[in-house]
């Protein structure tokens, strides 16, 4: 029985370590696009524009990832049953992919939900690894 628990810890483990990449990838490119969005502010053109637009291409790329991997992570916290011990509540940072990109206005609309979705990254990390310390204690 204990060998098996160990497996399923080390699966939530691995699991969890994929989450929090795929979370400080979409961070990184979060960044970029924040930085591309300033200087489109700032009147940097069409060519600035179309670079800001391919950093949050990544971005949303990488968070759909880092959902995926969340999801796979929370499955591997309830095959160890430590989903209640943890207190791990994952609904609410799994929902942050579904509208990021949804209804741009304007310019500062889009520096807004990039400053949000990068909230919502850093808050999901910094749960990620309060998680997998927990798991390796």
């Keep these: 029985m204990q060998h098996n628990y160990e497996q399923e810890r080390l699966e939530a483990v691995q699991a969890g370590e994929r989450a929090l ?4 990838n979409a961070r990184n490119k979060l960044n970029n696009a924040k930085n591309w969005g300033i200087a489109d502010l700032l009147g940097g053109g069409m060519f600035t524009t179309m670079l ?16 995926q991997d969340l999801q796979k992570f929370r499955k591997e916290l309830t095959d160890i049953d ?9 609904g609410d ?8 990109f949804d209804g741009f206005v304007a310019d500062w609309l889009v520096q807004d939900k990039i400053h ?21 204690s």
Excluded: C, H, P, W
Excluded at 21 to 24: G, I, M, N, Q
């Design 93 to 100: 940072f799994l929902t942050f992919a579904d509208y990021f």
């Design 52 to 67: 800001k637009r391919s950093k949050m291409s990544d971005a949303q790329y990488y968070m759909d990832q880092a959902k």
């Design 82 to 90: 430590a989903a209640g011990y943890l207190n791990v509540q994952t």
């Design 116 to 136: 949000q979705a990068r909230q919502q990254v850093d808050d999901a990390i910094n749960r990620v690894r309060g998680i997998l310390v927990q798991l390796d």
């Design 21 to 24: 990449s795929s979370l400080e």
